[in-house]
């Protein structure tokens, strides 16, 4: 029966063979209604199977991808041609030239250098062409941890993380996940920030320094991936200011979080550190790349009379990435703000500990936002959209697009009704789990098949 003091479903203290079966009845319910729908340890059964099943699909791949890989036609879609800059400047820096595509005559940055990092000690130990091996099968690889860290942070957050299964097809259905640019490596950075998120939320005195680092790397990915690292990490450090919850606190002022700041902090040092590192080595902040692309914007809108705002906004609506995904951005941004707003209302950490996977894609949301805010902006219409590995945070934040509206459509039975109604919130939780799990199953068809 329901314990309205307690807020939990408790065992029926019944004898006989028919109060064994009510009071297992009344467990299974109870699970269900906390999206439960086995007992815990069978869930780390099926959470490690899940994790080996996730690895295993990714060698599979990996396999069947190297074995149909094709040198003399490399180009598009096993690699793009700019994946051919990182290869060529990674091979010269592992020879000891410095950062050079030419051997030497001219020095660039115009690359994100955590990838270039990663792939440089390949051409250390092997020659060009197995190089190219190496990396295509360390690209499957880093997408399949992704979802496992991604799947790891929706167990830590209590979300139903059988309903990420679909995940991980869903990113191998993208060819430009595998164009030899940085977007493996952007898809596991995210992944490993997901998962610092929601370890910090449930300790936070442990986990901020992680997160922090992390948060701080999250730029080297991709410049532009700031904005997640700073919405995310300041999205859980006003959460622990308004909950007055964090152990660390100021000497003047009793509510305001000091350890939950450290995060922000490592967000912030990421870019200003990058930005010093291009301006002593190279003599501008920003890479040669992004500031080449900013002098064709600049002669675009010459061409055209001046910025217009008005006709750049409506031009960057037409980017198909930007007026199919952008009303999720604002979706995604809306629920943490509904969850929140009831979490506020709640006594129960744990309620607390189930806000950090919403942050999470909240994160990637914002991100979203902000480069159609900086396209709107600064970039010239012809320049929109054209580069499809831009946008790896959006195409994550659709692969979670359903099990998130799942766990706000529990979370949400279970705040409204769940205390007056427990076996029809129960009910109502299953259902949406199942139905969610239809949903993506719908949606996963293996691209290997």
Not at 356 to 378: D, E, I, K, R
Not at 410 to 415: F, G
Request: glycine content about 8%; charged content about 15%; some cysteine.
């Amino acid at each position: 029966m329901w314990d309205r003091d307690m807020n939990k479903m408790t065992t029926p203290d019944v004898a006989g063979p028919m109060g064994r079966w009510r009071a297992l009845a009344a467990r299974c319910l109870n699970m269900a209604a906390r999206g439960e729908v086995l007992p815990v340890a069978w869930q780390n059964a099926l959470f490690v199977l899940f994790i080996a099943g996730i690895l295993a699909y990714g060698a599979g791949f990996a396999w069947y991808m190297l074995a149909h890989f094709d040198l003399g036609n490399m180009i598009r879609p096993v690699n793009y041609d700019d994946a051919f800059y990182y290869y060529q400047i990674a091979y010269h820096l592992a020879e000891g030239r410095f950062s050079t595509f030419d051997g030497g005559i001219t020095r660039t940055n115009g690359y994100h250098p955590l990838w270039m990092f990663v792939i440089t000690p390949f051409y250390w130990v092997l020659d060009k062409e197995a190089a190219l091996f190496g990396i295509k099968a360390l690209e499957i690889m880093l997408v399949a941890g992704a979802v496992a860290l991604l799947a790891g942070a929706a167990r830590l957050a209590r979300l139903p993380w059988v309903l990420l299964f679909a995940t991980l097809p869903l990113l191998y259905k993208n060819v430009n996940v595998f164009s030899g640019m940085e977007s493996a490596a952007a898809l596991f950075m995210l992944g490993l920030f997901s998962l610092c998120i929601c370890l910090c939320a449930r300790d936070t005195a442990r986990w901020r320094w992680a997160l922090a680092a992390v948060a701080f790397a999250l730029p080297w990915v991709r410049l532009e991936y700031a904005a997640i690292s700073l919405a995310s990490t300041a999205v859980l450090y006003i959460i622990a200011w308004s909950r007055r919850v964090s152990p660390g606190r100021a000497p003047w002022n009793a509510g305001f979080p000091c350890i939950t700041i450290v995060p922000i902090v490592g967000a912030v040092a990421g870019p200003m550190v990058y930005f010093a590192y291009n301006r002593l080595v190279f003599g501008g902040a920003l890479p040669v790349s992004g500031a080449f692309k900013q002098l064709l914007s600049q002669h675009g809108f010459e061409r055209a009379g001046g910025y217009d705002f008005t006709q750049n906004f409506q031009d960057a609506l037409q980017v198909p990435v930007f007026s199919s995904e952008l009303l999720v951005s604002v979706e995604v941004c809306a629920y943490l703000l509904l969850v929140w707003w009831l979490v506020r209302r709640s006594e129960d950490r744990q309620d607390w500990q189930r806000l950090a996977f919403p942050v999470c894609v909240f994160g990637l949301g914002a991100g979203h936002l902000a480069m159609f805010a900086q396209n709107v902006l600064t970039v010239h219409p012809g320049l929109q959209g054209v580069f499809p590995w831009y946008f790896m945070p959006a195409h994550l934040m659709m692969a979670l697009i359903i099990p998130i509206r799942c766990y706000v459509a529990i979370y949400l039975v279970r705040r409204l009704i769940g205390s007056r109604w427990p076996y029809a919130a129960s009910g109502l939780n299953l259902s949406v789990i199942l139905v969610g799990t239809i949903l993506v199953l719908t949606r996963a068809d293996l691209p290997v098949a």
